[in-house]
């Protein structure tokens, strides 16, 4: 699905990724861990696109394309999905609308019509259940007004709309209460499949409990310095990132 | 002395020469009079006058322009599809005519009158000529001395009238350099309520015309007008407007101005809350591209205690275009308790574009609420790349938040109809890309 090859990205000269190596198999979930300003975001960024970041070395093919020289558009299009830590509020753009354009881009690009309003208000009501969000909010402009919590659950709902290939979910569960971590954990569980990969990043072991990931990872300093399975996030709980820079650079468990 | 010398059209020859409506009438021959003593002192202003520091009628001066429209083919079909609403009772100016044939003004309701003005002269003195002084740099003078057709409005005490009435002024383009000189007049009594549109709209492209209107507004206590202006004109037409009214204690008056259309185009909009817990809304919209002009002035006077105002304009600018917005707040000594709140917001989708804003407010009272602001920009970087990431490519995403942008300000807009009705003719110009 998603192999990355000693990524290194900047910003303004400033080196932020610094060799990461990763590689996601279909219907695997992996979670990245690792202290504030280690470039969790700045790779979900660079995955899905984002401009304004130098990409020195290294590649990242996505089920057989070179991801980093296609738009971002043409990456949502093939099925890539990001979840924004902090999701953008467009005055003017209502849910329902935003949500309507982006399924029928990737359906343009699927070479499948336009989706029947009929029938696209029905898949939408139904994703609409599963985060347990209330259908006013199809008639909201995008994110305008809502809560931190409502905000992460649009997202959630995007998803589960657009149903993506892979899923890069940017802490999704900050700022969730504890029902709502749950129902958007439930919500990203239903979506669960062999043909589909979520990357969580997540400061939390709690989110793991309800999403179990194949694999966990730490970010450090632009790199993966450590990866494991779902215990790896437990002894992370315990003893947090001190531990980094005592141990040997690049070590993996 | 004149401020623009060389007028190529001799204006006030033809108010001397022509047969203008309501003659027999004393008051009305006097404020002609009054007002082509004063055209002739002052001419057309030029932009040595701070309030037209941006705005240039050289070009409009240096027109010939015809007071003659020749007979029009228009029919009810073409006209219907052309009227922004459906459901109204309609008053059609065509080329500066009424026309009988195209209105739907007759079963009014009780309580509601809409007349051509050129028959109505005679009712108007209490509100014709009371909004406005000819003395103002403008086109006040060259209006009351030239007005030959409008609309008479007036909506007797406690009606609320059921329908929107729509005001559709057509320029056919049949007659080359038309100038048409518009007065309406509206006079809404106690606890009465009416929703209006005045709508003005080119069947040509590229005609060249004038359209000089002052809409005149009276409120009396607890009347309640919705007040919607749709500018839609050839972009080679010269629009120059005033919109001002009066408002007793407790009434409401929404504005909300919508420019799409003109070469250039000039709209002083004036608001006098004269009564306690009087409230105006002014909102306005300007879309321009290539070499259009488009002029805003708004001026709200706060002139007693406890009345409130809102105003959002906002304008998209492309191309060589140029916008202007003077906003005006006036906080009279004395008017305590005074809430304002006025924004301008600019988005500028070309290098070559231009925008002078200066929202102003002038408070001369001290337990006020008042804030304003104004912003220049492009387009957010962060909504670009949160759409393009959902699939959406570049040109469609950026034709998105330029709707977007625009239709904010139709939000507001409690009657949905309108507010459709007033999306659909935005999306023709600002097409949402998907
Ligand atoms: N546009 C930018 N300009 C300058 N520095 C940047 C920019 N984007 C990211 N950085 C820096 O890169 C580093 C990594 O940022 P990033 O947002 O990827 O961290 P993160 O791991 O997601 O942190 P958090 O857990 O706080 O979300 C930070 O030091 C940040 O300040
Ligand atoms: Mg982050």
């Known amino acids: 699905m998603l192999t990355i090859k000693n990524l290194h990205a900047s910003v303004d000269g400033k080196e932020i990724l610094r060799g990461i190596d990763l590689t996601v198999n279909p219907g695997e979930i992996h979670a990245i861990m690792g202290p504030n300003g280690a470039g969790k975001s700045t790779l979900s960024n660079v995955l899905a696109g984002r401009e304004g970041y130098e990409i020195t070395q290294g590649e990242v093919i996505y089920k057989g394309e070179n991801l980093l020289e296609l738009e971002p558009e043409e990456r949502a299009q093939r099925g890539v999905f990001l979840a924004f830590q902090y999701p953008v509020e467009i005055p003017g753009v209502s849910n329902v609308y935003l949500l309507k354009a982006a399924l029928n881009a990737v359906r343009k690009y699927q070479g499948l019509e336009e989706v029947d309003a009929m029938d696209f208000l029905t898949l939408v009501r139904e994703k609409m259940k599963l985060v347990k969000m209330n259908e006013e909010f199809l008639h909201r402009n995008v994110n305008e007004g809502f809560s931190g919590g409502e905000k992460k659950r649009n997202e959630i709902l995007q998803m589960a709309v657009l149903e993506p290939a892979l899923a890069i979910l940017d802490e999704t569960d900050s700022g969730l209460d504890i029902d709502a971590l749950r129902t958007v954990s439930e919500g990203v569980n239903a979506l669960r499949a062999e043909d589909r990969s979520i990357v969580m990043i997540t400061h939390y072991q709690r989110l793991l409990d309800h999403i179990v990931p194949d694999f966990v990872h730490v970010l450090s300093e632009g790199r993966i310095v450590k990866s494991g399975d779902k215990e790896l996030a437990k002894e992370l709980e315990k003893s947090g990132y001190s531990w980094i820079h005592d141990a040997p650079e690049g070590e993996t468990a | ?434």
């Not at chain 2, 932009?47 to 705005?55: A, L, M, N, Q, S």
């Open chain 2, 1 to 434: 002395m004149k401020q623009l010398t060389d007028i190529t059209t001799p204006f006030d020859d033809i108010a001397a020469s022509k047969t203008l409506p309501g003659q027999d009438i004393d008051w009305l021959q006097q404020l002609r009079e009054q007002a082509r003593a004063q055209f002739q002192r002052q001419g057309l202003p030029s932009k040595k006058v701070e309030d037209w520091k941006y705005t240039s009628l050289w070009a409009l001066s240096q027109e010939v322009f015809t007071h003659e429209a020749g007979a029009s083919q228009l029919d009810e079909m073409r006209c219907s599809q052309t009227a922004l609403l459906e459901t109204a009772y309609r008053l059609v100016i065509v080329d500066g005519q009424f026309s009988a044939e195209l209105s739907h003004i007759d079963g009014l309701e009780t309580g509601l009158t809409v007349q051509p003005l050129s028959q109505a002269f005679s009712k108007t003195k209490s509100v014709l000529g009371q909004q406005v002084t000819l003395e103002k740099a403008g086109l006040n003078a060259l209006n009351t001395m030239l007005m030959t057709e409008g609309a008479y409005i007036q909506v007797t005490a406690n009606t609320k009238v059921s329908k929107p009435v729509e005001l559709l002024v057509i320029n056919t383009g049949e007659t080359d350099k038309l100038a048409t000189h518009l007065r309406h007049v509206i006079d809404i009594a106690e606890n009465a309520e009416l929703t209006l549109v005045e709508h003005y709209v080119s069947l040509a492209d590229d005609s060249v015309g004038l359209t000089d209107v002052i809409s005149e507004v009276n409120l009396a206590e607890n009347a309640r007008l919705n007040h919607f202006k749709l500018q839609h004109e050839s972009l080679s037409h010269y629009h120059v407007a005033t919109l001002a009214g009066k408002q007793a204690s407790s009434s409401i008056w929404h504005t909300n101005n919508i420019s799409l259309g003109a070469k250039l185009a000039r709209n002083d909009i004036h608001s006098q809350l004269l009564g306690e817990q009087a409230h105006v809304t002014m909102d306005g919209l300007y879309l321009v591209a290539g070499k259009q002009h488009v002029d805003n002035h708004t001026r709200i006077d706060h002139a007693v205690p406890n009345t409130t105002s809102e105003e959002i304009y906002k304008g998209v600018l492309d191309g060589d275009s140029h916008a202007v917005f003077n906003g005006k707040v006036i906080v009279h000594k004395d008017a305590q308790k005074t809430d304002a709140n006025q924004s301008n917001r600019n988005l500028l989708l070309s290098r070559t574009c231009e925008i002078d804003t200066k929202p102003e407010m002038e408070i001369y009272a001290d337990d006020v609420k008042c804030g304003h602001g104004s912003t220049v920009g492009q387009l957010d970087e962060q909504q670009l790349f949160f759409l393009r990431a959902r699939g959406m490519n570049e040109t469609s995403a950026r034709s998105l938040l330029t709707y977007a942008f625009a239709v904010e300000v139709l939000q507001r807009i409690s009657d949905m109809p309108i507010r459709q009705a007033l999306s659909n003719v935005i999306e023709t110009r600002l097409p949402r890309g998907v």
